[in-house]
């Protein structure tokens, strides 16, 4: 899943799905931080119902597009989670 990020929201929260299914995330931090990483898979933890350990960042450590992976939700499952989740 590719998540877009934007900084200084008032909430933790999904916003939107792009056209090209990229995930547009907003998260309360004040700007990019290396706890963005943590921030965003806690957040994540909370949507999908998984543990830390079945999700992980694999692209986009350091910038605000992240591709984020689990072997422990199918990817049908996860689209529909994070539908729900989303705060047109």
Do not use: C, W
Request: proline share 1%; hydrophobic share 45%; net charge negative.
């Amino acid at each position: 899943m590719t998540i877009r990020i934007n900084f200084q929201a008032e909430n933790n929260e999904i916003v939107n799905i792009l056209t090209d299914g990229t995930v547009k995330s907003n998260l309360k931090l004040l700007r990019y931080a290396e706890k963005s990483n943590v921030v965003l898979i806690s957040f994540l933890l909370q949507i999908l119902g998984i543990s830390a350990e079945e999700i992980e960042i694999i692209a986009g450590h350091s910038g605000r597009d992240k591709l984020v992976s689990s072997m422990a939700i199918d990817p049908v499952s996860v689209q529909e989670l994070i539908f729900k989740g989303v705060s047109y």
